[in-house]
């Protein structure tokens, strides 16, 4: 029963600006539960799947503009590349830091304020660059704010839009290129892991459960973002953040 409560957590969580790996550790905290790495690396691979769906004919499209070797396919590649090295190296790095991070509820606490301070910040935000028009240095400091939300606590796609929205990129292409580079970092995490689950039918049901509930929290973002109401998910964040380092 616990698998299959945090898998519904974890596809809720994962594409909403929230913080799924901050939510995950706080549930298992309430639910006096020692925080399962790998199998919330599974549940991060059950995502990794509900994102490749939603975003398929522009994976496609990249597909066939590389063997067609077109320019504008083969720059948005590498970009994504670009935008994927920085949370490689640290999580590489800070493997053990990382891990420690997922047992402190106070520390997640501070980061989901931390994402909440992003999430209000990203509707004020405007601008009119297309996927095309992002520059490798735009996609270099993408890349950076997607690193630090590695980090229990800090949401990869509210820190992704941040950083598009930032560097103002529009609405919709933001949202799109959160979910492309969302691509290999979710896969990594999961492959890395996927040795160590002890499979059973509950881990199975959680992490299908996270892939069916994550293509409804990837739809319900993209609504938000382009409706600029990311102030919403801020306003929770803050909420949560604050019981979690008061009470938890």
């Known amino acids: 029963m616990t698998e299959i409560i945090l898998g519904?957590?974890?596809?809720?969580?994962?594409?909403?600006?929230?913080?799924?790996?901050?939510?995950?550790?706080?549930?298992?905290?309430?639910?006096?539960i020692d925080p399962d790495v790998p199998y919330f690396a599974l549940l991060h691979l059950a995502t990794f799947f509900a994102v490749l769906i939603f975003v398929w004919s522009e994976v496609v499209g990249l597909i066939k503009g590389l063997f067609k070797w077109e320019k504008e396919s083969l720059s948005l590649i590498l970009k994504l590349i670009i935008s994927s090295i920085p949370a490689a190296i640290l999580g590489l790095t800070l493997e053990s830091t990382i891990e420690a991070a997922f047992s402190s509820v106070t520390i997640v606490g501070v980061f989901l304020i931390l994402t909440a301070v992003f999430l209000l910040i990203s509707d004020f935000l405007k601008g009119k660059k297309s996927l095309s028009n992002i520059t490798y240095l735009d996609a270099l400091i993408i890349g950076v704010f997607q690193a630090i939300s590695i980090f229990p606590g800090i949401s990869r796609s509210g820190t992704t839009l941040f950083g598009a929205l930032l560097m103002k990129t529009k609405r919709e292409d933001a949202v799109k290129y959160s979910f492309l580079m969302s691509l290999p970092v979710t896969f990594g995490a999961g492959i890395l892991e996927i040795n160590k689950v002890t499979f059973s039918p509950s881990i199975i049901f959680g992490a299908l459960l996270a892939f069916i509930t994550g293509l409804f929290g990837l739809y319900l973002l993209k609504k938000t973002v382009i409706a600029g109401k990311l102030r919403?998910?801020?306003?929770y964040c803050f909420a949560i953040g604050i019981i979690s380092i008061i009470l938890l």
Do not use: A, D, K, R
Request: no cysteine; charged share 5%.
């Open 8 to 32: 519904i957590v974890q596809g809720l969580t994962e594409f909403l600006p929230v913080s799924s790996s901050g939510h995950l550790t706080i549930f298992s905290q309430f639910m006096n």
């Open 232 to 235: 919403y998910f801020s306003y």
